[in-house]
């Protein structure tokens, strides 16, 4: 794919490796749909994609509401003629054990700490990949979806909703590439390790400073090294149903 005026969406557009992934492809001349559920987080993006000269749009939307997602690709084809790419990077953390004993009193993960993790990380993963491959399909266009998993992946001690979450957004990138390669559109996934985030920055000093012990590289990860992974898989034309881990040689 030539990035230069394709139309590419990302989810979790406001802050972090959304932002960087958006201002990284509005450098190669791609256009840019900003989702995120932050609307003043959006507009801060959309203004760093605006001085690389590329038209840049903010589109407030609930990933894990399905009438708001449908409304929201719809919307992005009447702005922008077509669809590229998706990146679907909106993702929140609601770490614990399963169950916890301290002091003789038991505590459990409770349903809502579990299904809220796994409403955005992985029905709003869906709901979005769902659309934006309708809408290519619709317009003709060859496209590309790219779902940010994460090395919580293969499974973390106090993460059982966010590694659920992170392995099926992998397999679905995984089947999504095999289903869809028919009508041209590619599908690929990014499992980073510990990447220097607002998200990471919520982690306690002492777990932090753990993880960055466990990284071979013996740092964490930079947002722009995930960002220069997503346009390598839209550049190249060959990846397609394939998980590609940037870790750092860290492995849970």
Known sequence: MDLKQSVIAITGAGQGLGQMMAVTLAHEGAELALLDVNEQALE??????????????????????????????????TDFGQLDGLINNAGVLRDGLLVKVKD???????????????????????????????????TQRKGVIINISSIARAGNIGQTNYA????????????WGKELARYGIRSAAIAPGVIKTAMTEQMKPEARERLEKMVPVGRLGEADEIAQTAKFIFENDYVNARVIEIDGGMHF
Do not use: W
């Open 44 to 77: 801060s993006t959309e203004k760093q994609c605006h001085m690389m000269g590329v038209k840049a749009l903010c589109y407030p939307v609930d990933v894990t509401n399905e009438q708001q997602v449908e409304q929201v690709f719809a919307d992005i084809i």
């Open 104 to 138: 003789g009193e038991m505590t459990k993960m409770s349903l809502e700490q579990f299904n809220a993790v796994i409403d955005v990380n992985l029905t709003g993963t869906f709901l979005c990949g769902r659309e934006a491959a309708l809408q290519m399909i619709n």
């Open 164 to 175: 659920a979450s992170k392995a099926a957004v992998a397999t679905l990138a995984v089947t």
